[in-house]
């Protein structure tokens, strides 16, 4: 399937194929996505698929940097946790509540098949650093067509 995939992507709408050729920064991609990008270059069985880099999402970043939610929290004093735990949360729902824009949808179908099935998982390029990770915060969700 390395064809299909090759042949089905198109950087300029911020999809990455698994199978590109081309060495990936962690700081595009995360480290996962790109250690998956750097197996299938060594020749290890890594699924075909396409990473969403971080341009992709640029959107939803400047909505949350505009966000109310995002305001409170850089003006809450860090001495209280528990208040800050909770405006913590407060922007997680408004993130887990942000929908995908028209431009990020046509991005999205431009860069799959019809009638093939998927596995999605979220991440970032910041989800496993020398000095923390973020193990089993993430989402996979299986059969997406």
Known sequence: MSDITGSMLNSSNNAVPISTQTI??????GGKAASLVRLKQAGFNVPDGYILDVNFFQAWNQQVVSS???????DAPTTD????AQLCDQLKV???NLAFTNDQLERIKGSSIEGQIYAVRSSSPEEDLADSSFA??????????
């Open 24 to 29: 990936p920064r962690v700081a595009d991609l």
């Open 68 to 74: 109310a939610e995002w305001r409170n929290l850089l």
């Open 81 to 84: 946790l528990s208040g800050f």
């Open 94 to 96: 408004f993130a887990a």
């Open 136 to 145: 089993g915060l993430y989402e996979t969700i299986l059969n997406v067509e």
